[in-house]
């Protein structure tokens, strides 16, 4: 491939950070990409305003996580906690992307978590967030903003969990959709980047377009002189995608409509432990990395 | 006047090879027995045999006796048939690292016993390895890890649910949560808050307070939980670990079910695994620490500090040993001798573990036996006290000088002692045994048995029989050409020369191996196939020549006039001594110029090499003695008022012994009585106070130093030497003499008394006294005393002159 055939569309990345681990193998990945695609970083904290208003309840008091005591949530301290916290994440993410010789910049919003990071994300062409941020929910389930994103976001979103990085196998699930053929498109230049083994599992409600789908799938994989494993599941559901989908690995999923969109999306997300990309849009998208 | 002279057949003492059986030495048998030294190997045996505290040997003996030699042959002969000794290893003590703890296992066992360690760690890691990724164990360990999990998520849903029950929710700050009021979901704003009712305002108030109780206990309930996880964790990884490396351990304990020691250290070994297990599965991640060129059992074992600790250090190993061990410290340092700590550079800072203790001398001997030089021991700084003091408390102990001497407090390793249970041998010369003997109490109590070897034995048919059996043996031994007997009868012979003793034979072993090999050589040379008594000739000859320069220069210096010795002639009061010289290995005798002097005197015989500090003791004493006799014999009667002199002419480098000291008698007895001395004759021997002459050493250097000048001059017939009766049997002397005198060219008198000497040296009377004491008038004896007479009677005249004198001055 030589200079001139690389295309970047991928321009601009956002990642949305906070002080938890979760964001730090984020900012790792996101890095990762930025460089790869040579796009731009953007780093975003937001200072959650209902934080800020709680704080001017005259009775309510915060309970420390470690030392389990009582403190009055005063309002100066809580802007200097932030403060220090959006510097934490600052200086993680200069040390970061310098290393990785990345372009990047960092912001910092006042206001509800999840819409900044959706009005930020509607100008970037890739968002990444965590899948519960800084919740104190272990389980399973999509947190808010994560929750808010997949719904209304645009163009790509990258839902990370845990303290992971993007690792082989990609496993793209394809169906009769739109953003299907850029779904897989995504996840065949993401398994050649990553050196991964790439599985393809085919879905559709019947026959016909199952076969339909194959074909084109096999097509798809024929012309770009790639191979991949080709599964085929009819009449899908939450569970049996779960069951098929292995547990480690990139999942790459179109979501414009039927079973990967909205709630269906949510659950699924929820039950998984891969990282998922969510690929929207019907408009060709080229990956180059 | 005829005197006694000595026939050739007196001169020397041959060993005829005719009486040997053999044609060479090819044909004879190594000897069992040690030549020589039965004094030595009893005491050998003996110290050997004793087994009692203290009972160490020391094998004194002059150097070239052979004593290292004969007592590593000795030793090594008597090792083979005793027990191999237990083998030594040093291991880990996990509850005190600092202090290593010793296994003691059969000889031969301990690289066994290492060898099954280290693989038991490696099947140990591979089992462990196997059993942490099992399904089964990860299902098991996330179970618990989930259980965590689910009590705090179940803990914070019911908190949310209250939460949301109430309209409130959870909201992180940086360092906790707070509980904020809501409506519809969203966070209401402090100003919309403040237009609620009272009494709804009020209701928010508390439940928000009731919530941050429950939050606060739900918290304080973590650190328990958590803590019982990780019980709960350590108490599976610990079931999963013993199941995995339990039986491995119990085959290794039944294995060695017979050593308790052993099967302690495996039990603690086990405890240790479990309770060390990631540090064990992960010592790859130690990259970093590891300790780049420490060596050690194994590589493997010692590439990562989580598993050198399992490591077996075998510090005495009896594997390829067949019997006792015999060992040879050659430089024994104080660490050579006790062992030692070493320690490897590391970033700045010294690291040690029990791996890096090395055995000295005394473990790889212990149960066996040690040979020292004590002259190498004495020399290296605090060998000596170590070598003491590990024998004194019968247990070696490894520790660094410093420690030993509390000049540092590091902390470093304090390895488990080892008992001790070893025979020292210190190979020494005589002079150093006495002196510890006398000045280091201490050594009494640990070397009580002394080996002295002896430089001579006494020469009879059969140990001239047996030294053909050594020779041939050392001839074996240094590959050379065999001895035909005549070359041995050569030997023989020189061997006698060499201890100056017809009657003895030299047992200094280095000095008779050069002269086989220098002879093998010279067989070389010829051409021979067996060392022939001419090839021994010619190396003794040749070793002569090679060292014999001085003895040249000094013969020149003589020739030539420039040391005055006359050969030949009569002079009053002037005699030829005899003296030697020694240089090295290779001594020679010079004739030297006695004169003595009188004058009118108080009875002083002054010494002048005694005036000047140029005579040693014994010569002083000499003189002193004949000064005695002079008195006994002439001064009964009269006070002796002679003052005389005596020195040894062109003498300028000093004079010790007294064996010249009968020449110096004759020098004076003739300026006394005025009677030449023959110049053609030299004197050596020693005399006392009664007139007898006694034996001296070097008898035979002596008279060939006086012949080879008489010789270079020309013999006249006339020319030979006095030396003692008694050193008769000493005579070895050189073919060329003896057959000067079988030529009646030269003589050698045999000489008991002073008056003996006197009558050969003056050609006049001795006489004898008569019944009243008187000596013939013309003798020796006589003129001595008339002169004497003389000499008292001028001092009588002169002191009442000096008296009238005085007393007409006052």
Redesign the interface.
């Known amino acids: 491939m030589t200079e001139a055939e690389r295309e970047v569309t991928i321009r601009r990345i956002l990642v949305a950070l906070d002080?938890s681990s979760h964001s730090l193998a984020a900012l790792e990945t996101a890095t990762w990409l930025a460089s790869r695609l040579k796009a731009e970083l953007i780093g975003l904290f937001v200072e959650?305003i209902?934080?800020l208003?709680?704080?001017?309840?005259p009775?309510?008091?915060?309970?420390?996580?470690?030392s389990?005591?009582?403190?009055r949530?005063d309002l100066l301290e809580?802007e200097r906690?932030?403060r220090?916290?959006a510097n934490q994440i600052r200086q993680a993410l200069t040390a970061i992307a310098e290393r990785a010789q990345v372009p990047w910049r960092f912001r910092v919003a006042r206001g509800s978590v999840a819409s900044e990071v959706l009005a930020a994300g509607a100008k970037a062409d890739l968002t990444i967030v965590g899948k519960r941020g800084?919740?104190?929910?272990?389980?399973k389930r999509v947190g808010s903003t994560a929750r808010m994103v997949m719904f209304e976001g645009q163009g790509l979103t990258l839902v990370l969990q845990q303290r992971e990085v993007l690792t082989a196998p990609v496993m793209v699930v394809y169906d009769p959709s739109p953003a299907a053929e850029n779904a897989l498109e995504a996840a065949l230049n993401l398994a050649n980047a990553i050196n991964g083994h790439l599985s393809v599992l085919v879905i559709a409600d019947d026959e016909h377009s199952l076969q339909k789908a194959q074909a084109d799938v096999a097509e798809r994989l024929k012309r770009k002189k790639q191979t991949a494993d080709v599964h085929l599941l009819m009449k899908p559901t939450v569970s049996g995608l779960t069951y098929v989908l292995k547990a480690k690995g990139l999942l790459v999923l179109p979501c414009s409509e039927g079973l990967l969109h909205g709630e269906k999306l949510c659950e699924l997300v929820n039950v998984v432990r891969n990282p998922v990309l969510l690929v929207r849009g019907e408009h060709p998208l080229k990956l180059w990395f | 006047m005829g005197y006694k002279e000595l026939a050739p057949e007196n001169l020397y003492h041959k060993c005829d090879p005719v009486q040997f059986s053999f044609e060479t030495t090819a044909e004879l048998e190594d000897s069992a027995q040690f030549l020589g030294q039965p004094r030595a190997v009893e005491a050998l045996k003996f110290g050997i045999d004793i087994e009692r505290e203290g009972y160490n040997v020391f094998a004194l003996g002059y150097a070239g006796t052979g004593k290292h030699y004969l007592v590593s042959q000795f030793l090594e002969k008597r090792a083979e048939s005793e027990k191999v000794p237990d083998d030594y290893c040093y291991v880990n003590n996990f509850d005190e690292p600092r202090k290593p703890r010793i296994l003691c296992l059969l000889g031969g066992k301990g690289k066994e016993f290492s060898q099954d360690i280290e693989k038991l760690v490696e099947e140990a890691r591979n089992a462990l390895k196997a059993a942490f990724e099992n399904e089964e164990y990860q299902n098991r360990r996330q179970a618990i890890g989930q259980q965590l999990?689910d009590r705090?998520?179940n803990a914070?849903?019911e908190l949310?649910n209250k939460g949301r029950e109430r309209n409130l929710?959870?909201?992180?700050?940086?360092?906790?949560?707070?509980?904020?009021?809501t409506r519809e979901e969203n966070?209401i704003?402090?100003d919309e808050?403040n237009k609620l009712p009272e009494e709804e305002r009020k209701r928010?108030?508390h439940d928000?307070?009731e919530l941050?109780q429950e939050?606060?206990r739900m918290?304080?309930k973590?650190p328990s939980w958590e803590r019982e996880t990780r019980q709960k964790l350590l108490d599976l990884n610990q079931e999963v670990t013993s199941f995995a490396v339990g039986y491995l351990l119990a085959e290794l304990r039944k294995k060695y079910e017979d050593k308790p020691d052993v099967v302690d250290h495996l039990k603690v070994m086990e405890k240790d695994i479990i309770e060390n297990v990631q540090a064990l599965l992960a010592p790859e991640r130690e990259q970093e620490q590891k300790v780049a060129g420490a060596p050690g059992a194994s590589d493997q074992l010692m590439e990562s500090p989580a598993l050198r600790r399992y490591a077996v250090n075998v510090v005495v190993d009896h594997s390829e040993l067949k019997g006792a061990p015999v060992i040879y410290e050659d430089n024994p340092t104080y660490q050579n001798l006790v062992g030692r700590i070493e320690h490897l550079a590391h970033m700045g800072t010294l690291l040690t573990d029990f791996n890096m203790i090395r055995a000295g001398a005394l473990h790889r001997a212990n149960g066996g036996y040690l040979i020292l030089d004590v002259l190498k021991v004495l020399t290296q700084p605090f060998a000596w006290e170590g070598l003491k003091r590990a024998l004194r408390s019968r247990q070696v102990k490894v520790e660094t000088l410093g420690e030993a001497y509390g000049l540092i407090s590091t902390v470093s390793l304090e390895p488990q002692p080892i008992p001790l249970n070893v025979k020292v041998t210190l190979l020494g010369p005589p002079l150093v045994y006495y002196l510890l003997r006398y000045h280091d109490p201490e050594f009494a109590e640990l070397f009580k048995v002394a080996a002295d070897f002896d430089v001579e034995m006494h020469r009879t048919p059969e140990n001239e029989v047996s030294y053909g059996q050594l020779i041939g043996a050392i001839a074996r031994q240094e590959q050379l050409r065999p001895f035909d007997r005549g070359g041995v009868a050569r030997v023989i012979e020189h061997s006698a020369r060499t201890v100056g003793d017809g009657e003895r034979l030299s047992v200094h072993m280095q000095s008779l191996a050069d002269l086989l090999r220098e002879a093998d050589y010279w067989a070389g040379q010829s051409g021979n196939g067996a060392v022939t008594s001419a090839d021994v000739q010619r190396a003794i000859d040749a070793w002569i020549y090679r060292s014999d320069r001085m003895r040249e220069r000094i013969c020149e210096e003589i020739e030539r006039g420039t040391i005055l010795i006359d050969t030949g002639g009569e002079k009053v009061g002037q005699v030829n001594g005899l003296s030697v010289i020694q240089l090295g290995e290779y001594a020679f005798g010079r004739p030297s110029r006695i004169t003595a002097r009188i004058r009118l005197g108080k009875g002083e015989v002054v010494d002048i090499e005694r005036e000047v500090e140029m005579g040693g003791p014994i010569h002083s004493k000499g003189v002193l003695i004949l000064a005695g006799f002079l008195g006994a014999r002439y001064a009964t009667d009269q006070p002796l008022s002679l003052s005389a002199s005596l020195v040894f002419e062109q003498s300028y480098s000093g004079v010790e012994g007294d064996s010249a000291s009968s020449a110096e008698l004759y020098a004076l007895l003739s300026a006394t009585a005025e009677v030449p001395i023959r110049q053609s004759l030299a004197v050596t021997g020693s005399v006392n106070q009664h007139g007898q002459v006694q034996p001296i050493g070097g008898v035979n250097e002596k008279i060939e130093g006086f012949f080879d000048i008489c010789k270079a001059r020309g013999l006249t017939g006339e020319q030979g030497v006095l030396i003692p009766a008694s050193n008769v049997k000493h005579l070895m002397l050189r073919k060329d003499v003896i057959q000067a005198v079988e030529d009646g060219r030269f003589h050698i008198y045999p000489v008991e008394t002073i008056d003996e000497g006197i009558e050969i040296l003056t050609g006049v009377t001795a006489g004898k006294p008569d019944d009243e004491g008187k000596y013939p008038s013309e003798s020796v004896n006589g003129r001595v005393y008339a002169r004497l007479v003389e000499l008292a009677e001028k001092r009588q005249k002169f002191g009442a002159i000096t008296a009238a004198e005085k007393r007409g001055q006052s």
């Open positions: 002080a959650d209902d934080l208003r709680v704080a001017e309840f009775f309510t008091r915060q309970v420390g996580l470690f389990s005591t009582f403190q949530l809580l906690q932030l220090a916290q800084r919740s104190l929910s272990l389980g | 999990q705090q998520q914070f849903e949310n929710t959870i909201l992180r700050t940086p360092t906790g949560l707070v509980f904020a009021p966070v704003p402090p808050f928010f108030e928000v307070e941050q939050a606060q918290f304080q973590t």
